[in-house]
Protein backbone atom coordinates (compact mmCIF):
# COMPACT_ATOMS: atom_id res chain seq x y z
CA UNK A 1 0.00 0.00 0.00
CA UNK A 2 1.52 3.42 -0.78
CA UNK A 3 2.31 6.32 1.93
CA UNK A 4 -0.43 8.18 3.31
CA UNK A 5 -0.72 11.43 2.00
CA UNK A 6 -2.02 14.06 4.28
CA UNK A 7 -4.11 16.66 1.73
CA UNK A 8 -4.93 19.85 2.60
CA UNK A 9 -8.95 20.30 2.26
CA UNK A 10 -8.69 22.55 -1.24
CA UNK A 11 -11.22 25.63 0.50
CA UNK A 12 -13.69 26.78 -2.29
CA UNK A 13 -16.05 29.75 -1.38
CA UNK A 14 -19.26 30.98 -3.84
CA UNK A 15 -20.17 34.13 -3.37
CA UNK A 16 -22.61 35.12 -0.70
CA UNK A 17 -25.76 36.17 -2.77
CA UNK A 18 -24.99 32.47 -4.79
CA UNK A 19 -25.06 30.84 -1.69
CA UNK A 20 -27.87 32.31 -0.28
CA UNK A 21 -30.04 31.01 -3.23
CA UNK A 22 -28.95 27.72 -2.99
CA UNK A 23 -29.55 27.49 0.72
CA UNK A 24 -32.67 29.70 0.41
CA UNK A 25 -34.16 27.51 -2.83
CA UNK A 26 -33.05 24.32 -0.90
CA UNK A 27 -35.08 25.52 2.33
CA UNK A 28 -37.93 26.00 0.59
CA UNK A 29 -38.21 22.59 -1.24
CA UNK A 30 -37.83 21.08 2.59
CA UNK A 31 -40.34 23.14 3.75
CA UNK A 32 -42.53 22.28 1.15
CA UNK A 33 -41.93 17.93 1.04
CA UNK A 34 -42.20 18.05 5.14
CA UNK A 35 -46.02 19.85 5.11
CA UNK A 36 -47.13 17.68 1.80
CA UNK A 37 -44.84 14.94 1.65
CA UNK A 38 -45.50 11.40 1.76
CA UNK A 39 -45.23 10.49 5.48
CA UNK A 40 -45.28 6.92 5.40
CA UNK A 41 -41.87 6.57 4.30
CA UNK A 42 -40.56 6.59 7.61
CA UNK A 43 -37.37 4.66 8.36
CA UNK A 44 -37.72 1.20 10.43
CA UNK A 45 -37.39 0.55 14.39
CA UNK A 46 -36.54 3.78 15.69
CA UNK A 47 -35.00 3.58 19.28
CA UNK A 48 -35.39 6.92 20.03
CA UNK A 49 -38.46 8.93 20.63
CA UNK A 50 -39.17 11.46 18.01
CA UNK A 51 -39.66 14.72 18.44
CA UNK A 52 -43.18 16.41 17.29
CA UNK A 53 -42.90 18.02 14.32
CA UNK A 54 -43.01 21.61 14.33
CA UNK A 55 -42.11 24.25 11.51
CA UNK A 56 -39.95 25.91 13.92
CA UNK A 57 -37.00 24.31 12.80
CA UNK A 58 -37.14 24.96 9.38
CA UNK A 59 -38.16 28.73 9.80
CA UNK A 60 -35.00 28.90 12.33
CA UNK A 61 -32.45 27.03 8.90
CA UNK A 62 -34.00 29.07 6.57
CA UNK A 63 -33.59 32.44 8.43
CA UNK A 64 -29.90 31.35 9.29
CA UNK A 65 -28.91 30.36 5.55
CA UNK A 66 -30.70 33.20 4.08
CA UNK A 67 -29.09 35.93 6.63
CA UNK A 68 -25.03 34.91 6.69
CA UNK A 69 -22.25 35.11 5.09
CA UNK A 70 -20.69 31.77 5.92
CA UNK A 71 -22.25 28.84 3.46
CA UNK A 72 -21.46 24.68 4.39
CA UNK A 73 -18.64 22.69 3.34
CA UNK A 74 -20.22 20.44 0.85
CA UNK A 75 -21.48 21.44 -2.64
CA UNK A 76 -24.71 21.83 -3.83
CA UNK A 77 -23.95 19.01 -5.37
CA UNK A 78 -22.71 16.85 -3.22
CA UNK A 79 -25.68 18.17 -0.34
CA UNK A 80 -28.68 17.41 -3.32
CA UNK A 81 -27.34 13.67 -2.88
CA UNK A 82 -28.70 12.89 0.84
CA UNK A 83 -31.15 15.68 0.78
CA UNK A 84 -32.82 13.03 -1.54
CA UNK A 85 -32.47 10.16 0.28
CA UNK A 86 -33.62 12.24 3.34
CA UNK A 87 -36.69 13.52 1.25
CA UNK A 88 -37.42 9.78 1.14
CA UNK A 89 -36.49 8.51 4.49
CA UNK A 90 -36.77 11.29 7.05
CA UNK A 91 -37.64 11.07 9.50
CA UNK A 92 -35.33 8.75 10.71
CA UNK A 93 -32.10 8.21 12.80
CA UNK A 94 -29.46 10.12 11.44
CA UNK A 95 -26.24 10.33 13.13
CA UNK A 96 -23.42 12.51 11.47
CA UNK A 97 -19.52 13.24 12.18
CA UNK A 98 -19.03 16.45 12.47
CA UNK A 99 -20.71 19.43 13.85
CA UNK A 100 -19.90 23.01 11.94
CA UNK A 101 -22.13 24.90 10.01
CA UNK A 102 -24.03 22.87 7.61
CA UNK A 103 -25.66 21.57 11.42
CA UNK A 104 -28.63 23.36 11.25
CA UNK A 105 -29.29 22.12 7.79
CA UNK A 106 -29.01 18.75 8.25
CA UNK A 107 -31.13 18.92 11.42
CA UNK A 108 -33.50 20.76 9.47
CA UNK A 109 -33.85 18.03 6.68
CA UNK A 110 -34.55 15.67 9.03
CA UNK A 111 -37.22 17.57 10.79
CA UNK A 112 -39.63 15.56 12.95
CA UNK A 113 -36.58 12.88 13.65
CA UNK A 114 -33.58 12.10 15.40
CA UNK A 115 -30.62 13.78 14.42
CA UNK A 116 -27.08 13.91 16.25
CA UNK A 117 -23.65 15.16 15.79
CA UNK A 118 -20.40 13.81 16.91
CA UNK A 119 -17.71 16.33 17.24
CA UNK A 120 -13.72 15.81 18.43
CA UNK A 121 -13.00 20.00 19.02
CA UNK A 122 -14.41 20.82 22.35
CA UNK A 123 -13.73 24.73 21.84
CA UNK A 124 -15.54 24.14 18.20
CA UNK A 125 -18.21 22.44 19.91
CA UNK A 126 -18.77 24.65 22.58
CA UNK A 127 -18.67 27.65 19.56
CA UNK A 128 -21.29 25.90 17.25
CA UNK A 129 -23.73 25.39 20.31
CA UNK A 130 -23.56 28.57 21.78
CA UNK A 131 -25.08 29.60 18.00
CA UNK A 132 -27.14 26.70 18.20
CA UNK A 133 -27.72 25.67 20.86
CA UNK A 134 -30.90 23.25 20.15
CA UNK A 135 -28.96 21.04 17.73
CA UNK A 136 -28.45 17.82 19.94
CA UNK A 137 -24.49 16.63 19.56
CA UNK A 138 -21.43 15.19 21.87
CA UNK A 139 -18.36 16.00 22.15
CA UNK A 140 -16.39 12.99 21.74
CA UNK A 141 -12.92 11.46 21.69
CA UNK A 142 -11.02 9.78 19.01
CA UNK A 143 -8.37 7.61 19.98
CA UNK A 144 -6.50 7.60 16.29
CA UNK A 145 -3.60 9.87 14.62
CA UNK A 146 -4.02 10.20 10.65
CA UNK A 147 0.05 9.43 10.59
CA UNK A 148 -0.59 5.98 12.00
CA UNK A 149 -3.59 5.04 9.14
CA UNK A 150 -1.00 2.89 7.18
CA UNK A 151 0.23 0.91 10.41
CA UNK A 152 -3.62 0.52 11.57
CA UNK A 153 -5.25 -0.72 7.87
CA UNK A 154 -2.01 -3.28 7.68
CA UNK A 155 -2.30 -4.37 11.18
CA UNK A 156 -6.26 -4.57 12.36
CA UNK A 157 -6.58 -8.08 10.45
CA UNK A 158 -4.30 -9.80 12.61
CA UNK A 159 -7.00 -8.54 15.74
CA UNK A 160 -9.75 -10.79 15.69
CA UNK A 161 -11.97 -8.11 18.33
CA UNK A 162 -11.75 -6.39 14.65
CA UNK A 163 -12.92 -8.62 12.69
CA UNK A 164 -16.18 -10.25 11.61
CA UNK A 165 -18.16 -12.04 13.29
CA UNK A 166 -16.54 -10.33 16.80
CA UNK A 167 -16.35 -7.07 15.55
CA UNK A 168 -18.23 -4.49 17.77
CA UNK A 169 -17.57 -1.01 19.18
CA UNK A 170 -19.21 -0.64 22.91
CA UNK A 171 -16.13 -1.14 25.01
CA UNK A 172 -14.12 -2.72 22.33
CA UNK A 173 -10.38 -2.09 23.67
CA UNK A 174 -8.56 -4.55 21.68
CA UNK A 175 -9.31 -2.86 18.19
CA UNK A 176 -7.62 0.12 17.67
CA UNK A 177 -10.13 1.02 15.18
CA UNK A 178 -13.41 0.76 17.31
CA UNK A 179 -14.87 3.60 19.02
CA UNK A 180 -15.15 2.22 22.10
CA UNK A 181 -15.98 5.24 24.35
CA UNK A 182 -19.15 6.94 22.87
CA UNK A 183 -21.99 7.93 24.42
CA UNK A 184 -25.06 4.93 24.80
CA UNK A 185 -26.99 6.60 23.18
CA UNK A 186 -24.91 6.10 19.68
CA UNK A 187 -24.30 2.36 20.85
CA UNK A 188 -28.40 2.02 21.12
CA UNK A 189 -29.73 3.81 18.30
CA UNK A 190 -30.16 2.14 15.15
CA UNK A 191 -28.94 4.46 12.87
CA UNK A 192 -31.31 4.94 8.92
CA UNK A 193 -28.65 7.49 7.87
CA UNK A 194 -24.76 8.07 8.73
CA UNK A 195 -22.93 11.22 7.54
CA UNK A 196 -18.98 11.21 7.93
CA UNK A 197 -17.46 14.66 7.12
CA UNK A 198 -15.44 14.71 10.63
CA UNK A 199 -13.27 14.57 11.96
CA UNK A 200 -10.12 16.15 10.86
CA UNK A 201 -8.16 14.72 8.02
CA UNK A 202 -5.96 16.85 7.11
CA UNK A 203 -2.76 16.90 9.01
CA UNK A 204 -0.47 14.46 10.80
CA UNK A 205 -1.71 14.95 14.35
CA UNK A 206 -5.42 15.37 13.10
CA UNK A 207 -7.37 11.85 14.42
CA UNK A 208 -8.09 11.09 10.82
CA UNK A 209 -11.45 9.91 9.46
CA UNK A 210 -10.27 5.80 9.76
CA UNK A 211 -12.43 5.05 13.20
CA UNK A 212 -15.03 7.03 11.38
CA UNK A 213 -15.42 4.80 8.37
CA UNK A 214 -14.69 1.90 10.45
CA UNK A 215 -17.11 2.02 13.23
CA UNK A 216 -19.57 3.33 10.86
CA UNK A 217 -19.16 0.34 9.16
CA UNK A 218 -20.33 -1.72 11.72
CA UNK A 219 -23.02 0.13 12.84
CA UNK A 220 -24.64 -0.26 9.45
CA UNK A 221 -23.81 -4.10 9.53
CA UNK A 222 -25.36 -4.46 13.14
CA UNK A 223 -28.78 -3.28 11.59
CA UNK A 224 -31.79 -5.28 12.73
CA UNK A 225 -34.82 -3.64 10.66
CA UNK A 226 -35.29 -4.03 7.18
CA UNK A 227 -33.62 -2.01 4.43
CA UNK A 228 -29.86 -0.65 4.14
CA UNK A 229 -27.91 2.12 5.72
CA UNK A 230 -26.94 5.23 3.68
CA UNK A 231 -23.62 6.03 4.41
CA UNK A 232 -22.48 9.44 3.02
CA UNK A 233 -18.47 9.93 2.98
CA UNK A 234 -17.05 13.30 1.91
CA UNK A 235 -13.59 14.20 0.93
CA UNK A 236 -13.23 11.18 -0.59
CA UNK A 237 -10.25 12.86 -3.22
CA UNK A 238 -7.93 12.24 -0.14
CA UNK A 239 -5.94 9.28 0.53
CA UNK A 240 -7.19 7.54 3.89
CA UNK A 241 -10.78 8.26 2.95
CA UNK A 242 -10.59 6.46 -0.37
CA UNK A 243 -8.41 3.53 0.96
CA UNK A 244 -10.49 2.97 4.29
CA UNK A 245 -13.81 3.25 2.14
CA UNK A 246 -12.86 0.60 -0.12
CA UNK A 247 -11.60 -1.78 2.46
CA UNK A 248 -14.54 -1.12 4.67
CA UNK A 249 -17.70 0.43 3.45
CA UNK A 250 -17.16 -1.93 0.02
CA UNK A 251 -16.78 -1.21 -3.94
CA UNK A 252 -19.87 -2.88 -4.15
CA UNK A 253 -22.15 -1.12 -2.03
CA UNK A 254 -20.82 2.53 -3.49
CA UNK A 255 -23.86 3.78 -5.35
CA UNK A 256 -23.39 6.79 -6.81
CA UNK A 257 -21.27 10.05 -6.07
CA UNK A 258 -20.35 13.23 -7.23
CA UNK A 259 -17.46 16.25 -6.43
CA UNK A 260 -15.83 14.76 -3.17
CA UNK A 261 -18.54 12.86 -1.90
CA UNK A 262 -19.76 9.35 -1.97
CA UNK A 263 -23.02 7.37 -1.38
CA UNK A 264 -22.84 3.94 -0.06
CA UNK A 265 -25.75 1.67 0.66
CA UNK A 266 -24.65 -0.93 3.70
CA UNK A 267 -26.56 -4.08 4.24
CA UNK A 268 -27.21 -5.71 7.36
CA UNK A 269 -25.24 -8.61 8.06
CA UNK A 270 -28.24 -10.91 8.27
CA UNK A 271 -28.54 -13.45 5.38
CA UNK A 272 -26.22 -11.85 3.21
CA UNK A 273 -22.92 -12.51 2.02
CA UNK A 274 -21.22 -10.17 4.04
CA UNK A 275 -21.35 -12.18 7.04
CA UNK A 276 -18.73 -14.24 5.72
CA UNK A 277 -16.30 -14.88 8.47
CA UNK A 278 -13.12 -12.42 8.66
CA UNK A 279 -14.84 -10.25 5.91
CA UNK A 280 -15.86 -6.77 5.12
CA UNK A 281 -15.94 -6.52 1.43
Given at each position: MGKTNVLNR??????????AAILFTGALLLFSFVLHGDRSLICSLPSLQRSPFSADELYSALLHYATSSIVPQ????????????????????????????????????????TTVFLEEDPKWFQSVLREFPTLRAYNIRYPTKLS?????????????????????????????????????????????????????????EAPGRMGAIYSATLMARAR???????????????NVEKTYAMEFLCKKYLVEGTGRLWHFQIPPTRGNETSSEGKFC
Open positions: PMTRCSVAAAQSRSEISISFNILRRRSPCNFLVFGLGHDSPMWSAFNAGGEANDLIRTYLSEPECLPPRAHLKGNQRCRLALADLPDEIYETEWDLIMIDAPKGYFARGEGVTDVFLHDVER
